[in-house]
């Protein structure tokens, strides 16, 4: 998509290096299972943005994409029960990760990671509630900052977060490694202790997967 106002430098590299093509050999299934440990160190340099008690017994990771309609509708019809559910009761440690398919992804991470640990969740669930106003926007990034200001950006403050080029070459490698050696095949996918859940779920999909681990 074409961004209409003052473009940044880092969203220009974009448009050419967030293709998908080229996607390793490596695949992984429903209900296939991923080395935890290797799940649980995330290529890039960026920390993973956790909820819940450390201390539990099952890791929920999720790969996301702001613009990928499913995690969308993930996030806004089943995600504030599942928190409820097993996030906020201490049954889970939940991890959202980026997937970027493109520059509109990116962005979102990158204002996610600007308005920093406290505000990161508040940031992507409020992109993911109005993606309607933004992703089909014929000037997306003047759609992007309008919701930015309500989050509390400024114009300088928006801009330096989409020109922050070491985190969008860390999102880059977060997403060839969810390609190459977790074998992701599209989002939102899932990893539940490791074991692989692909495409959007159910809460009781997800209570299927966890209860056992946690009874």
């Not at 539990?56 to 995690?71: D, G, L, N, Q, R």
């Not at 089943?78 to 520059?103: C, E, H, M, T, W």
């Not at 992007?144 to 880059?172: C, R």
Request: net charge negative; hydrophobic share 45%; glycine share 8%.
């Amino acid at each position: 998509m074409k961004f209409t106002r003052r473009d940044t430098i880092i969203l220009a590299a974009a448009a050419s290096a967030l293709s998908l093509s080229g996607i390793g050999a490596a695949t992984a299934g429903e209900g296939d299972v991923v080395d935890q440990a290797k799940l649980l160190a995330p290529a890039g340099g960026i920390a993973d943005r956790m909820l819940g008690d450390a201390a539990a017994k099952v890791t929920v990771i999720e790969y996301a994409s702001p613009t990928c309609p499913h995690c969308a509708t993930f996030h806004n019809e089943v995600y504030p029960q599942f928190k409820a559910d097993y996030i906020d009761s201490g049954k889970v440690k939940f991890v959202l990760r980026p997937f970027v398919r493109n520059v509109l992804d990116a962005a979102v991470f990158m204002l996610a990671e600007a308005a920093g640990e406290t505000n990161y969740h508040n940031v992507v669930t409020t992109y993911f509630k109005t993606m309607p106003e933004w992703s089909a926007s014929p000037a997306p990034r003047d759609a992007l900052f309008e919701i930015a200001k309500q989050l509390g950006f400024t114009q300088e403050t928006f801009d330096a977060a989409l020109t922050n080029q070491e985190l969008f070459a860390g999102m880059e490698a977060l997403r060839d490694q969810a390609l190459n050696e977790f074998g992701l095949q599209g989002t939102p996918t899932f990893y539940i202790n490791g074991k692989t859940l692909s495409g959007g779920k159910t809460l009781e999909q997800l209570a299927a997967e966890i209860d056992p681990l946690v009874s």
